[in-house]
């Protein structure tokens, strides 16, 4: 038993992520942005929508999410730390919680720091990571609201994750990431080949994630810092860079 994963585009550069359970018929939805481009998917697939699986608040995560609960009469998952800025929940998350899709049994990990209440979705047996705006490919999210040391340790936690995990994050920022990342570590070989692979993808208009934790602990440079005042320092670096 598992699930088959498919990118949904939304607004400018976010993916939301459609778990599909082809044996029940049913499907999951990370971080809906916008409602449309889920119902035009679950007419496609002829599946029912059983689930929103939410990461953090930010409007460009949770826009749809409404939406498609009055359409289908899903649930709306999210973080219990963020209830009060959320859609009301159905199931309120903790850190260290099971949940189960298609057979496979996901694990919440709280990993605050792009903003405090912030959650990452693991599900081992399909080696699955949803992240949201925690890690990026070649990238991190922006500190709005936690501490570096905060971001440190989430990082770390993620990093711990089997070499072989699908990473998938909340938007398609690897180019440009990517080129930041060749300023902190110009000599590193496997981001080189990573941004080579990264300029074919985009050129063809093809996603650049799922990304693998392996190839992220190799050419990310958030991932690769010593020390939370290290990161703080890329992470500033990357805040003002314009590339
Ligand atoms: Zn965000
Ligand atoms: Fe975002």
Same mark, same amino acid.
């Given at each position: 038993m598992s699930f088959?994963v498919i990118?949904l585009p939304m607004l400018q550069?976010?993916?939301?992520?459609?778990?599909?359970?082809?044996?029940?018929g049913?499907m999951?939805?990370?971080d809906?942005a916008?409602?449309a481009p889920v119902s035009?998917?679950i007419?496609?697939?002829?599946?029912?929508?059983?689930?929103v699986?939410?990461?953090?608040?930010?409007?460009d995560?949770?826009?749809?999410?409404?939406?498609?609960?009055r359409?289908?009469?899903?649930?709306?998952?999210?973080a219990?730390a963020?209830?009060?800025?959320?859609?009301?929940?159905?199931?309120?998350l903790h850190?260290g919680?099971a949940?189960?899709?298609?057979?496979?049994?996901?694990k919440?990990l709280a990993?605050?720091?792009?903003?405090?209440?912030?959650?990452a979705?693991y599900?081992?047996?399909a080696q699955?990571?949803f992240c949201?705006?925690?890690?990026f490919?070649?990238g991190? *999210?922006?500190?709005?609201?936690?501490t570096p040391?905060?971001?440190? !340790? $989430?990082?770390?936690r @993620? +990093?711990a994750l089997?070499p072989?995990?699908?990473?998938f994050?909340?938007?398609e920022?690897?180019?440009?990431n990517?080129r930041?990342?060749?300023?902190?570590?110009?000599?590193?070989?496997d981001?080189a080949a990573?941004?080579?692979?990264?300029t074919?993808?985009?050129?063809a208009?093809?996603p650049t994630?799922p990304?693998?934790m *392996?190839r992220?602990l190799?050419?990310?440079?958030f991932l690769?810092? !010593? $020390?939370p005042?290290? @990161? +703080?320092?890329i992470?500033?670096?990357?805040?003002n860079f314009?590339?």
């Amino acid at each position: 038993m598992s699930f088959e994963v498919i990118a949904l585009p939304m607004l400018q550069d976010n993916y939301s992520w459609a778990l599909i359970d082809h044996a029940q018929g049913k499907m999951a939805i990370v971080d809906p942005a916008e409602a449309a481009p889920v119902s035009q998917l679950i007419v496609q697939l002829g599946v029912t929508l059983a689930v929103v699986l939410l990461t953090h608040h930010h409007a460009d995560h949770i826009g749809g999410a409404e939406d498609l609960r009055r359409q289908y009469h899903c649930e709306i998952w999210g973080a219990a730390a963020d209830q009060y800025r959320l859609p009301s929940l159905d199931r309120a998350l903790h850190d260290g919680d099971a949940i189960a899709f298609a057979g496979v049994t996901g694990k919440v990990l709280a990993v605050p720091g792009h903003t405090v209440g912030h959650l990452a979705f693991y599900f081992a047996a399909a080696q699955a990571l949803f992240c949201g705006d925690t890690l990026f490919s070649l990238g991190c *999210g922006r500190l709005f609201e936690g501490t570096p040391e905060q971001m440190f !340790a $989430s990082l770390a936690r @993620l +990093a711990a994750l089997p070499p072989a995990t699908r990473v998938f994050c909340g938007h398609e920022y690897t180019a440009s990431n990517g080129r930041f990342a060749l300023t902190v570590e110009p000599g590193n070989a496997d981001l080189a080949a990573r941004m080579a692979e990264v300029t074919h993808l985009r050129a063809a208009g093809l996603p650049t994630v799922p990304s693998t934790m *392996g190839r992220e602990l190799a050419a990310n440079p958030f991932l690769r810092t !010593a $020390s939370p005042k290290e @990161l +703080a320092e890329i992470r500033k670096m990357k805040d003002n860079f314009r590339g």
